[in-house]
């Protein structure tokens, strides 16, 4: 057999290889899928549903029409519709016969079916509105390996066993389908990633010399108390973060105690103060944690003087500054949807962005005279035109660039089945569009602080008493003292 020649598109006009012969002539590959994207109305004999990758006078028309030999349907189920080159051209089968035939071969438990414990992954996948993505995600070889292991048995279908398996990332995705679909239980996400975290340091500490110390500070401590927060909602999204610095600094205090000769149960109030003297203030900060439970449970002098880190008044922009961004993200017709929400509402409620991204549908309420509502706190708070435009228009179309997600009620919906957008890459996203959030944050919260009490504004908005009372002193109030939450009448 002759190698394939090069031939000119009859199309774009490019010189390569081709991918089909049409009656027009050669078609290039760009050119062919392109052509097979067009579906609808066949103008020339009428048939609905088709594919319409021929041409005539500039119209697009069904194969039948054009006198294509090639055909371009489904071999199992006959559709014409989502049929790309990269299928017909090995298979020809549309995109959710390709994965069901896909999932057959790797979810097969070994009687020639697909294991039942994963029939409901099956189903979900077949049902994706993303099947190119899907197919591309089943190819790779070790999603492959990882679901044939669990088919077969081989690694059993739990949170357990998943955070045994070498490839973290690679468990990340298929845990939050198969938690979706209900084939495995619902484990709060920030939580199980710290778990695994953990288990995987105490294993690479198997020679530290204070390693009874760190794993019950992680395993005894850290861990219930997550627990504890977990189980009455989700925890935030750079929850499990926090408790990895934590437990980094009580690591780094621990290996220089050490460095030192000194037992952490003979230190000194010396030994402290050096330790402070000769550490960076985010070290300072983190470690406290540590100092104070070890303090509590016998493992240092429980005399010993822990300092504690006096807050930051921290940097604000200004007011004119603040009102100017609020106007550029919220008018901005170059700026993503989900940025510019996020901006607003970091600038008109000095919501931090780990909060923003756990907001659901069901924050967000109109009443009968057509105003919207955002629950933040113990009660509602207004959303004034035009921001509240923008927030239902982002509930109306959350769903458009996560299909994965389709079923979940996130207002900033992942790319991962049930969960919300990742902090980091909406952190990048706003800062590559000049928003300073820590800054802007500041400024929003010390203005509404200066509009309306404290109290009022820490029960509205969700912040704790003490933080927002800060600010208000670090903003230069009229009033520095106000009677506390607990006896505040309103």
Same mark, same amino acid.
């Given at each position: 057999?002759?190698?394939?020649?090069?031939?000119?598109?009859?199309?774009?006009?490019?010189?390569?290889?081709?991918?089909?012969? @049409?009656?027009?002539?050669?078609?290039?590959?760009?050119?062919?899928?392109?052509?097979?994207?067009?579906?609808?109305?066949?103008?020339?004999? +009428?048939?609905?549903?088709?594919?319409?990758?021929?041409?005539?006078?500039?119209?697009?028309?069904?194969?039948? %029409?054009?006198?294509?030999?090639?055909?371009?349907?489904?071999?199992?189920?006959?559709?014409?519709?989502?049929?790309?080159?990269?299928?017909?051209?090995?298979?020809?089968?549309?995109?959710? %016969?390709?994965? &069901?035939?896909?999932?057959?071969?790797?979810?097969?438990?070994?009687?020639?079916?697909?294991?039942?414990?994963?029939?409901?992954?099956?189903? $979900?996948?077949?049902?994706? $509105?993303?099947?190119?993505?899907?197919?591309?995600?089943?190819?790779?070889?070790?999603?492959?390996?990882?679901?044939?292991?669990?088919?077969?048995?081989?690694?059993?279908?739990?949170?357990?066993?998943?955070?045994?398996?070498?490839?973290?990332?690679?468990?990340?995705?298929?845990?939050?389908?198969?938690?979706?679909?209900?084939?495995?239980?619902?484990?709060?996400?920030?939580?199980?990633?710290?778990?695994?975290?953990?288990?995987?340091?105490?294993?690479?500490?198997?020679?530290?010399?204070?390693?009874?110390?760190?794993?019950?500070? +992680?395993?005894?401590?850290?861990?219930?108390?997550?627990? *504890?927060?977990?189980?009455?909602?989700?925890?935030?999204?750079?929850?499990?973060?926090?408790?990895?610095?934590?437990?980094?600094?009580?690591?780094?205090?621990?290996?220089?105690?050490?460095?030192?000769?000194?037992?952490?149960?003979?230190?000194?109030? *010396?030994?402290?103060?050096?330790?402070?003297?000769?550490?960076? *203030?985010?070290?300072?900060?983190?470690?406290?944690? @540590?100092?104070?439970?070890?303090?509590?449970?016998?493992?240092?002098?429980?005399?010993?003087?822990?300092?504690?880190?006096?807050?930051?008044? #921290?940097?604000?922009?200004?007011?004119?500054?603040?009102?100017?961004?609020?106007?550029? @993200?919220?008018?901005?017709? $170059?700026?993503?949807?989900?940025?510019?929400?996020?901006?607003?509402?970091?600038?008109?409620?000095?919501?931090?962005?780990?909060?923003?991204?756990?907001?659901?549908?069901?924050?967000? $309420?109109?009443?009968?005279?057509?105003?919207?509502?955002?629950?933040? #706190?113990?009660?509602?708070?207004?959303?004034?035109?035009?921001?509240?435009?923008?927030?239902?228009?982002?509930?109306?179309?959350?769903?458009?660039?996560?299909?994965?997600?389709?079923?979940?009620?996130?207002?900033?919906?992942?790319?991962?089945?049930?969960?919300?957008?990742?902090?980091?890459?909406?952190?990048?996203?706003?800062?590559?569009?000049?928003?300073?959030?820590?800054?802007?944050?500041?400024?929003?919260?010390?203005?509404?602080?200066?509009?309306?009490?404290?109290?009022?504004?820490?029960?509205?908005?969700?912040?704790?008493?003490?933080?927002?009372?800060?600010?208000?002193?670090?903003?230069?109030?009229?009033?520095?003292?106000?009677?506390?939450?607990?006896?505040? &009448?309103?």
């Amino acid at each position: 057999m002759s190698p394939p020649k090069k031939r000119t598109c009859a199309r774009c006009s490019r010189h390569g290889y081709p991918a089909a012969s @049409f009656p027009e002539g050669h078609l290039c590959h760009r050119c062919l899928d392109t052509a097979l994207s067009v579906t609808g109305t066949c103008p020339g004999c +009428g048939s609905t549903g088709r594919v319409l990758p021929g041409l005539r006078d500039g119209t697009a028309i069904c194969r039948d %029409c054009a006198k294509i030999t090639r055909h371009f349907s489904c071999l199992r189920c006959g559709t014409e519709t989502g049929m790309t080159r990269r299928r017909y051209g090995s298979s020809r089968l549309c995109g959710p %016969c390709a994965i &069901t035939w896909t999932l057959q071969q790797l979810l097969d438990d070994g009687t020639g079916t697909i294991s039942p414990p994963l029939k409901p992954l099956a189903d $979900t996948l077949a049902a994706t $509105t993303s099947p190119d993505a899907t197919l591309e995600w089943l190819a790779q070889p070790h999603i492959r390996d990882l679901l044939s292991q669990l088919a077969t048995g081989k690694l059993p279908l739990t949170h357990q066993a998943l955070d045994t398996w070498p490839r973290p990332r690679a468990t990340g995705y298929l845990r939050d389908l198969l938690i979706s679909c209900s084939a495995l239980p619902p484990a709060d996400k920030q939580l199980r990633d710290y778990q695994a975290w953990l288990n995987r340091r105490l294993t690479s500490l198997a020679s530290h010399p204070h390693l009874r110390i760190l794993r019950q500070f +992680g395993t005894w401590h850290q861990l219930p108390a997550m627990r *504890a927060r977990a189980a009455a909602g989700p925890l935030r999204a750079t929850a499990s973060q926090y408790a990895r610095t934590r437990f980094t600094q009580a690591e780094t205090f621990l290996t220089w105690a050490a460095g030192h000769g000194l037992h952490p149960a003979a230190l000194t109030q *010396a030994d402290i103060d050096t330790y402070y003297a000769t550490h960076l *203030a985010h070290q300072r900060q983190a470690v406290r944690a @540590f100092l104070t439970w070890a303090a509590s449970h016998g493992h240092i002098p429980h005399h010993l003087d822990i300092p504690r880190q006096a807050p930051s008044t #921290g940097h604000a922009i200004t007011q004119q500054r603040r009102l100017e961004l609020l106007r550029r @993200f919220a008018t901005s017709t $170059t700026i993503p949807i989900r940025p510019r929400t996020a901006a607003c509402l970091l600038l008109l409620y000095a919501q931090p962005l780990s909060r923003i991204l756990t907001l659901t549908t069901t924050d967000l $309420t109109s009443d009968d005279n057509g105003h919207s509502w955002l629950h933040l #706190g113990d009660t509602p708070s207004p959303v004034p035109p035009p921001f509240d435009t923008l927030l239902h228009q982002l509930a109306a179309t959350r769903h458009d660039h996560t299909p994965a997600n389709h079923t979940s009620n996130w207002l900033f919906p992942g790319r991962n089945a049930g969960q919300p957008a990742t902090y980091r890459a909406m952190l990048t996203q706003l800062r590559n569009h000049g928003l300073p959030l820590r800054t802007a944050r500041i400024s929003a919260l010390r203005q509404l602080v200066l509009q309306v009490p404290a109290p009022v504004i820490a029960d509205a908005l969700g912040f704790h008493h003490t933080t927002t009372t800060r600010q208000h002193i670090n903003a230069g109030g009229p009033w520095n003292r106000y009677a506390s939450r607990n006896s505040h &009448t309103q």
